[in-house]
């Protein structure tokens, strides 16, 4: 059972999507150099963050989904890794998704993820451009494992990481845009950050999995004036299968890092606690309801 060495890229956007998705390339091959096999880019890696204000112009940005999958087909296969991607599909007019493709060494797609949870939130008006996804939560078979990739909001949901593991993923991964606002108190902009980094690391606690979470970095303006704009956080973080922290960045670096998972060890840590083994099935009914009255 081999480690995995999981390149994580997080870097601010470069005025273009042709500069941004240059040096994205650029540090690929940085990180392939230190070693990794599976490389993870962060959620809408091509553009600025367009979702803080609403815009129907902007769902041009997903004209070139067929062309954004040549490309980064190319850069997997060039590179000889495993690579993890956040683009914005055009399914039809009208009809557009936030979709993880995961593409194979050889530059064939192992598979895709459309985002599942939705959020409509200030600066984070993701219902206006994206339909909640409706291929489920199917890990991806990959040359380096089954890989359980999520998607930013999915990473709040202990139930999609759940569903995930029990259909036999072995690593949960989450690209990620989030952050503050300048104008939070310092004390809030904490909680938020802390409430983000626990709850996936009970993920990996509760699932005995590793959990990757790679977030964009940089202050990124609000163009419709109707706010400043959201400064994220960064914080991109590998967690092992007992919820031991293997990488932390910090809130302003971007990142361009390779982190060694050891697969075994999740196999060991399941066998001292066999979460699933005592897991109640026969309790649970009550999980598909909205709210128990």
């Keep these: ?30 990180v392939v150099l230190k070693g990794a096999n599976l490389i993870v880019l962060q959620e809408l890696h091509q553009s600025e963050y367009f979702c803080q204000y609403e815009d129907v112009n902007l769902f041009d940005y997903a004209n070139s989904y067929e062309d954004d999958i040549k490309f980064w087909s190319d850069v997997a296969k060039k590179n000889g890794v495993v690579l993890v991607t956040s683009l914005f599909e055009k399914r039809a007019a009208g009809l557009y998704h ?4 995961v593409f194979e060494k050889d530059g064939e797609i192992a598979g895709k993820y459309r985002k599942m949870h939705i959020p409509d939130d200030p600066n984070f008006y993701e219902k206006f451009y994206f339909t909640p996804g409706d291929l489920g939560y199917e890990p991806i078979n990959t ?9 930013c909001w999915d990473q709040w949901y202990p139930e999609a990481a759940r569903l995930m593991a029990l259909k036999g993923a072995e690593i949960l991964i989450y690209p990620t ?33 590793p959990v990757v ?14 706010s400043d704009g959201i400064r994220f956080w960064g914080n991109s973080f590998v967690f092992g299968p007992q919820g031991e922290e293997l990488f932390r960045s910090d809130n302003e670096s971007e990142l361009c890092e390779v982190v060694e998972i050891d697969k075994q060890r999740c196999e060991n840590v399941r066998r001292w606690w066999p979460f699933l083994r005592d897991r109640r099935i026969d309790s649970y009914g009550d999980l598909t309801k909205r709210f128990i009255d």
């Design 98 to 101: 936030n979709t993880a493709v």
């Design 213 to 226: 979470a790679v977030n964009r970095v940089g202050f990124e303006p609000d163009k419709s004036g109707v």
């Design 1 to 30: 059972m081999k480690d995995l060495k999981v390149g994580i890229i997080s870097q601010k956007f470069e005025i273009s999507k042709d500069q941004t998705r240059q040096k994205t390339v650029n540090l690929i091959e940085k």
């Design 143 to 151: 040359s380096v494992g089954r890989l359980g990739v999520l998607v």
């Design 177 to 209: 845009a989030i952050g503050w606002f300048d104008s939070d108190e310092e004390d809030e902009k904490y909680r938020q950050l802390e409430a983000w980094v626990s709850v996936q690391r009970g993920h990996a606690v509760a699932n005995t999995l």
